[in-house]
């Protein structure tokens, strides 16, 4: 019988610092124009290579749930209220981890560190993507107000622009920041032992 | 990174041990009017369903026998966000704004709409706050654990392990406070060696690299007290026989009434609009 004693603290511990970043600035790297990078889909992913897409998920709907309560209550940019929809802010969420889970599993264990890279970086684009899509397909009306476009496709021209520039960049950060975090834990686990019980079951 | 201190002190996320009539309740019912209030918080966008909220959450402050300057002690210190939130909505002309204008600065103005959206703001964090704050007062670490699985226990027939699932969101809420205050620890740690951020620096991946000595070790304590966690949980044989539990929820028709009323609550609040319009067309 495999346990799940440790994927529920894993899970538990990730889904907190989720929320921690969603709270605090450490959610967001500063950027330049006012702009900044999100890193707040980290643990999801890393909650996905760790314990696998079952944690991952879990993961990403407290992330998902965090993100809709701080849209609707307090929006800093006319684009959060959008966020209050639980169509734009939870459900493409839920999709992260197996993304994430499914490039990493294709190493088969090997090369741990551009594993954990792949994995950050199609998690992230899923995620931008995802967003993107499920924010046009439910307010295209008041997206075409907010970036003073008139047509459908002058629309997906605009998302489709954001999603290259921001969503390579968030990508990129997310390979290099899930790259470092994977090795220094794994790292730290190898010296530290993992508990015995967790052990016998594989 | 300044204003890191309040994390601390945030009284959200703590047991306040006391004999009320709301510590008595089943936290089921608890879950069930934590959930109405945020929902009707954060679905309407009408005055009186805000308001009717914020006056409910504020009568289980009552009830709960708490006093109104514990929970919203946090309050102010969240303040300063609150007014950067506003000073944006300032700042930002909504799309299709035609309401009269209030006060205007050179370029930017104060609208109707756009005061009414800051009251609404403030009136909407406080009423959440409150009900966050009194249900997480009121609601012991194992009750919360054991209301949610009451409430999915329906799932568990779908083949979920339903109470995993609810260890696993009850620890992320105890956790929170924890790792706000590593956070903090790394941050200070950080800052008094005389690290920056990043913020300044004009090369995007020294940007990048600024956020490394943050996020790396907050997320690595977190994973050391989760592993912690899963020891102590084993080592009392967690997961490794049939679940029992320390308490049984006594089944009451009270406690069934409180919740389909927090359901009906939340389902006229959320469908006013149509009512209104029902109404005025009659």
């Known amino acids: ?202 | 990174m300044k204003g890191l201190a309040f994390y601390s002190s945030v009284s959200i996320g703590r047991y306040v041990d006391a004999d009320s009539m709301l510590h008595r309740l089943p936290p089921a019912v608890k879950y069930a009017w934590l959930t109405a209030v945020i929902i009707t918080e954060t679905m309407s966008s009408s005055l009186w369903v805000l308001s009717a909220s914020a006056l409910l959450s504020l009568l289980f402050i009552r009830l709960a026998k708490l006093r109104c300057a514990y929970i919203f002690r946090d309050f102010f210190n969240i303040m300063p966000f609150l007014a950067v939130a506003a000073f944006f909505q300032v700042l930002i002309t909504w799309p299709g704004d035609t309401s009269f204008v209030i006060v205007s600065l050179w370029k930017f103005s104060l609208t109707a709409r756009e005061s009414l959206y800051i009251g609404l703001m403030v009136l909407r964090f406080a009423a959440i706050m409150a009900a966050v704050g009194v249900f997480t007062a009121v609601t012991s670490e194992g009750d919360s654990a054991r209301g949610l699985e009451d409430l999915l226990s329906p799932l568990a027939k779908l083949g979920c392990n339903v109470r995993a699932l609810a260890l696993t969101v009850a620890l992320a809420f105890r956790f929170i406070p924890i790792i706000a205050w590593e956070l903090e620890t790394i941050v200070k740690a950080q800052a008094s060696r005389g690290a920056d951020f990043g913020t300044g620096s004009k090369n995007p991946i020294r940007r990048i690299a600024a956020w490394f000595p943050l996020f790396v070790p907050v997320t690595i304590r977190a994973l050391e007290r989760a592993e912690l966690l899963a020891e102590a949980m084993e080592t009392r044989l967690y997961g490794s026989g049939p679940a029992t539990r320390y308490t049984e929820t006594p089944h009451t028709s009270c406690a069934a009434a409180l919740i389909v009323a927090a359901f009906l609550y939340t389902l006229l609040c959320t469908t006013l609009p149509l009512w209104s319009a029902y109404m005025f067309n009659l």
Request: glycine residues 10%; aromatic residues 6%; charged residues 10%.
């Open chain 1, 1 to 202: 019988m495999k346990s799940n004693v440790r994927r529920i603290a894993v899970s538990g511990a990730l889904g907190a610092v989720s929320v921690v970043m969603a709270l605090t600035p450490l959610g967001y790297i500063p950027w330049f124009g006012g702009a900044a990078l999100t890193i707040m889909h980290i643990p999801v992913i890393a909650a996905a290579i760790l314990e696998g897409p079952v944690a991952g998920t879990l993961v990403g709907l407290i992330f998902g749930v965090t993100s809709m309560i701080k849209a609707a209550v307090a929006p800093v940019g006319p684009l959060d209220p959008l966020f209050a929809n639980p169509l734009v802010s939870v459900l493409p969420r839920l999709f992260i981890a197996l993304a994430a889970w499914g490039i990493y599993a294709l190493f088969r264990g090997k090369l741990q560190a551009a594993a954990a890279a792949c994995a950050g970086a199609i998690g992230s684009f899923v995620n931008t993507v995802l967003v993107l899509s499920a924010l046009a397909l439910t307010a295209s009306k008041q997206l075409s107000g907010a970036f003073k476009v008139d047509s459908a496709g002058g629309l997906v021209q605009v998302l489709a622009g954001l999603a290259v520039t921001n969503g390579l960049i968030e990508a990129a950060a997310a390979a290099v920041f899930t790259s470092a975090l994977i090795s220094a834990w794994r790292g730290i686990e190898k010296a530290h032992g993992r508990s015995r019980l967790a052990d016998d079951d594989k």
